[in-house]
C-alpha cells in the first residue's frame, strides 16, 4: 500500500478532493500500475479502479496465461477466470445477449469471478438457452496477446542509458517495442535506450554500453551478453 488516507466528503455527484503522493510520483508507468480501491466505514470494498501510468504498448507485461470457464451458480452465470500473472485490461467478450458485471480490467493471479447480467427482456427462451449460448462463445483476452513477443536474447532495464554524451544513434521509436525491435534490426546496436514521452530511441553499440550511467525514467533494451550483468525487470503492482 503506498498511500492510505481517511476521507470525509459531503453529499452529492461530483465532490472532489485532491491530495499528493511521493511515492506514486516516483512510480514508473512501464514497470507499475496502481489500483484505487474505496471502504466505506465498515471495511467493505464500494471502488475499485485500474490507474495506469502507462499507455499498453509502453506496458513491460509478462506473458499472462489467463484462462476462463463458464459456470451456473446460484441461478447465476459465472465467468470463472485463472492467471499465472498480472494481466492487464483482461477483456471478456460473448454472443449471449447481456452484460458482464465487470470488463477490461486488471487480473492478479491465481484469478477471479466475474458474472453475467442477462438482458431484460432477453431474446433467449430461457437461461438455459442464455447459459449455453454463453459457454459456447465465451472467449478472453489481455494486452499481453498483442504485445509483440520479448527477444529472448534481449533484458529489459530500468533507469539506465548508456555513454549520454553521445548525441549519435537516434531512431523514430514511439514505443519501447518498437525501439527494442530498432535494436534487434542492426547487427551493431548492443542497447537500445527509450526515453518516454518524447518518442526518442537511441541504440547503443557494445562500446557505448560500457559507459552505464543511471537516469530515471529511462528504459534500456540490452541484448546478448551485454545483459547478462544487467538487472531485469517485470510488472510491479
Known sequence: VLLERSLSLPAGAGVLQWFQS???KALSGMSS??????TNK???TISSNLIPLATPENMLLSKADVAVAASMEDGAIVATLTTDAVAMYVTLTTLAHGHFEDNAFMLRPPGRKVKFLLAS????ASVEEAFQSFKQSLRVEDVSLY???ADSRCSYVADVDYDTKSTSGKVDGSSISNCCAACRASDSCAAAVFVPGSSGCWLKTAEQVAKREVQEGRIACVRGAAAVSEPTIELII
Not at 427482456?121 to 433467449?124: I, K, M, R, T, V
Open 22 to 24: 511521493d511515492e506514486v
Open 42 to 44: 465498515d471495511g467493505v
Open 147 to 149: 504485445q509483440q513477443p
Open 121 to 124: 427482456p432477453s431474446p433467449h
Open 33 to 38: 500500475a496502481l489500483e484505487a480501491i474505496v
